[in-house]
């Protein structure tokens, strides 16, 4: 009985602990009606033929037990999330819910989603050293049962149920991208500092993901959105649906990466989605990031028909002799500028100016906890790099134009 009691603690049940769930389906996202449904609570209760237990020790049990069902379902949409359900496709689950992935359905994928995932994975990796630490226990010392494994799990009746509603939240709403670090933001806002920290953590691994296309974007210019995720959209994408299949998903990812050496228009080419967009990151931030993002692309992906001034005619006025000279042929003349595509894109924006912009993101990266003040402050010196760069190359640009003008 012991052991059966510790395998429910798992998710695992039998003869001891019932699974009463066979009764009950999962709501898919398009039809469910909010994380309040009365088919979500806990689903494992003890056998009713066990008549030796007194009431009190069956719903001191029961209660214990439903741990075991909260980190089943929380593991389940871990292993989905990561996309490692199919390491499990050979092996008998006990849960009618476990092969939802399995019979032919095709998940919507997240970035985010899977970040998220990662955070549960560590906390439940947790609870399953503490459960095999109440086993130890309990093997050097058997009495009392009960209290030896309310005291080791104690701490996790607070974690587990707020995470079971958070993951029947997401997946029922299919909450994903800047939507899901928004609600993660909310609920790290609670009264419990256990509960508070866990939240945060997820809200970390959801961030690593944000960073991460910061830094495509604002050190490469790159952007990297397989989900339609990122706050920055193309503007083709405004009123595209994120409804076909996965093939058709990478497809297009790998069409839009192509684009990418390729530069779009300046004012149509990217926009902020507003539904993407955390609460927490100001509007006006957020065009921040998208000015600096369409200025590293200019400078790292230069237009082939734009051209510079020679660095020897950059500083000088076509005035008198100068400009006689320039119709002659002589030193001060104009010359055919060089191409924009056989110029480097070190030249327009030195890599020192990048590995600059990309240790200010990493630190922010790094950071335990997400810090408004600073990564706004951070933003704001990133833009102010790229203007400069970007100004010098109109500032080029006009000489030039103006040069033009002069001689005619």
């Not at 997946?171 to 899901?180: N, S, W």
């Not at 806002?189 to 953590?201: A, D, K, N, W, Y």
Request: net charge negative; glycine share 6%; hydrophobic share 40%.
């Amino acid at each position: 009985m012991l052991h059966e009691f510790l395998l429910a603690l798992l998710g695992f049940t039998g003869d001891f602990v019932l699974d009463n769930s066979s009764a009950r389906r999962r709501p898919e996202p398009a039809e469910a009606g909010g994380a309040g449904d009365g088919d979500v609570g806990p689903a494992f209760r003890l056998a009713p033929d066990l008549t030796f237990l007194q009431p009190s020790e069956r719903s001191a049990i029961e209660r214990l037990i439903s741990l075991g069902f909260y980190y089943r379902e929380l593991n389940r949409f871990a292993t989905e999330s990561r996309d490692l359900s199919w390491i499990q496709s050979s092996v008998e689950v006990s849960s009618p819910n476990a092969d939802i992935t399995l019979n032919g359905k095709v998940r919507k994928g997240s970035a985010y989603r899977r970040a998220i995932a990662n955070g549960i994975a560590e906390i439940l990796s947790v609870y399953r050293s503490a459960v095999l630490q109440v086993e130890q226990n309990l093997l050097s010392d058997p009495l009392p049962i009960l209290a030896t494994v309310t005291h080791g799990l104690n701490k996790f009746e607070v974690l587990l149920p707020p995470l079971y509603e958070l993951v029947m939240e997401i997946e029922q709403k299919d909450i994903k991208g800047g939507q899901l670090l928004n609600l993660l933001h909310k609920r790290c806002h609670c009264g419990v500092p256990e509960l508070q920290s866990c939240i945060q953590r997820l809200l970390w691994h959801g961030h690593q993901v944000m960073f991460n296309q910061l830094t495509s974007w604002m050190v490469y210019g790159i952007l990297q959105d397989q989900y339609h995720e990122f706050f920055i959209r193309r503007q083709v994408d405004r009123d595209e649906g994120n409804e076909s299949a996965q093939s058709d998903v990478a497809d297009k990812f790998a069409q839009k990466l192509a684009k990418d050496t390729s530069l779009t228009s300046w004012h149509s080419g990217f926009h902020v989605s507003l539904d993407m967009l955390p609460e927490y990151i100001h509007m006006r931030v957020a065009e921040s990031i998208l000015f600096a993002g369409k200025a590293i692309r200019v400078l790292r992906n230069p237009s082939p028909g734009a051209t510079l001034l020679e660095p020897t005619n950059q500083s000088q006025t076509l005035k008198g002799s100068h400009r006689m000279q320039s119709f002659t042929g002589g030193p001060g003349a104009l010359k055919e500028l060089p191409n924009f595509s056989n110029i480097s894109a070190e030249e327009l924006l030195p890599q020192a100016e990048a590995d600059k912009v990309d240790a200010m993101l990493k630190q922010l990266k790094h950071a335990s906890e997400f810090h408004k003040r600073l990564f706004e402050s951070a933003v704001s010196s990133i833009r102010t790099i790229a203007a400069n760069h970007l100004w010098q190359v109109l500032d080029g640009l006009k000489h030039y134009i103006l040069s033009m003008f002069y001689c005619t």
